[in-house]
């Protein structure tokens, strides 16, 4: 079972993930309020991560797309399009309690 380390302005916490799990998902399920704006569709940015530590090397086509209409690429990845396989520590760099939304959004599907 994977671990992962999610990094917050109010600290950092590590939890054991199942094999598999969309990070997006991941995240939210351990209690950090990451956006997810279009419900993890590759639509938006706003579930974008920075990597500290064990990014995959390989990115689907759904989020290559975003990634470069948005002039992003290189610059962080999206975590509702990734599938924890392996240790990470993540950055989530848009969470709703610093936004003025009231939700984070739709709920992704727990697959991609």
């Given at each position: 079972m994977p671990s992962l380390t999610i990094i917050t302005p109010d600290g950092q916490?590590?939890?054991?993930?199942?094999?598999n799990k969309r990070l997006v998902l991941a995240i939210e399920d351990s209690g950090v309020d990451i956006s997810h704006?279009?419900?993890g569709n590759a639509k938006c940015t706003t579930c974008r991560v920075e990597f500290i530590e064990g990014?995959?090397?390989?990115?689907n086509e759904?989020?290559?797309?975003k990634l470069l209409s948005s002039d992003a690429l290189g610059k962080y990845r999206l975590s509702c399009q990734i599938l924890v396989d392996r240790d990470m520590t993540v950055k989530p760099l848009k969470l709703v309690?610093?936004?003025?939304?009231?939700?984070?959004?739709?709920?992704?599907?727990?697959?991609?």
């Amino acid at each position: 079972m994977p671990s992962l380390t999610i990094i917050t302005p109010d600290g950092q916490k590590t939890v054991n993930v199942a094999e598999n799990k969309r990070l997006v998902l991941a995240i939210e399920d351990s209690g950090v309020d990451i956006s997810h704006r279009c419900g993890g569709n590759a639509k938006c940015t706003t579930c974008r991560v920075e990597f500290i530590e064990g990014e995959p090397s390989e990115m689907n086509e759904r989020e290559k797309e975003k990634l470069l209409s948005s002039d992003a690429l290189g610059k962080y990845r999206l975590s509702c399009q990734i599938l924890v396989d392996r240790d990470m520590t993540v950055k989530p760099l848009k969470l709703v309690h610093e936004q003025s939304w009231d939700d984070p959004g739709p709920r992704p599907s727990d697959t991609l």
